[in-house]
């Protein structure tokens, strides 16, 4: 399975969001925050980054800019998770690199869905062209 970095604040959020991927069989490597998570990204290397929009200190979207600006980490998918979808699209997070958001409330099995639907997604060919966007929630 995918080794996925979770960035999320709230420790409550993290342990359940922990718990539920790793019951799917993912690795799992928390961030407390934006300059944990830049830290990890760097020194991991995951399949994925699964990250909180409203953060203190550095937001979701700052976070993705910065991983999508590093040569090293660029290639990286990049997910967020938000209970403000309008803010999501108010700061262009998608212009910002990333690649699909889930709406904040959501179930344990819509969190594996979306994460699993992403990652078989992402390693087949995008034949439109475009980004793969992937929403649930």
């Given at each position: 399975?995918?080794?996925?970095?979770?960035?999320?604040?709230?420790?409550?959020?993290?342990?359940?969001?922990?718990?539920?991927?790793?019951?799917?069989?993912?690795?799992?490597?928390?961030?407390?925050?934006?300059?944990?998570?830049?830290?990890?990204?760097?020194?991991?290397?995951?399949?994925?980054?699964?990250?909180?929009?409203?953060?203190?200190?550095?937001?979701?979207?700052?976070?993705i800019q910065?991983?999508?600006?590093?040569?090293a980490t660029?290639?990286?998918?990049?997910?967020?998770?938000?209970?403000?979808?309008?803010?999501?699209?108010?700061?262009?997070?998608?212009?910002?690199?990333?690649?699909?958001?889930?709406?904040?409330?959501?179930?344990?099995?819509?969190?594996?869905?979306?994460?699993?639907?992403?990652?078989?997604?992402?390693?087949?060919?995008?034949?439109?062209?475009?980004?793969?966007?992937?929403?649930?929630?």
């Amino acid at each position: 399975m995918a080794k996925i970095l979770v960035v999320e604040d709230d420790p409550d959020i993290m342990r359940i969001m922990t718990h539920t991927l790793r019951a799917a069989g993912h690795v799992v490597i928390p961030a407390y925050g934006g300059e944990d998570a830049l830290r990890k990204v760097k020194q991991h290397h995951p399949d994925l980054v699964l990250t909180d929009l409203a953060m203190p200190k550095m937001t979701g979207v700052e976070i993705i800019q910065q991983i999508k600006r590093d040569e090293a980490t660029k290639t990286i998918p990049c997910l967020a998770v938000t209970a403000h979808v309008w803010e999501f699209l108010a700061h262009s997070a998608g212009d910002a690199g990333c690649d699909g958001y889930l709406a904040k409330p959501f179930t344990n099995r819509q969190l594996v869905e979306f994460v699993n639907k992403y990652l078989s997604a992402s390693s087949g060919v995008d034949t439109a062209g475009g980004k793969n966007r992937s929403v649930i929630g």
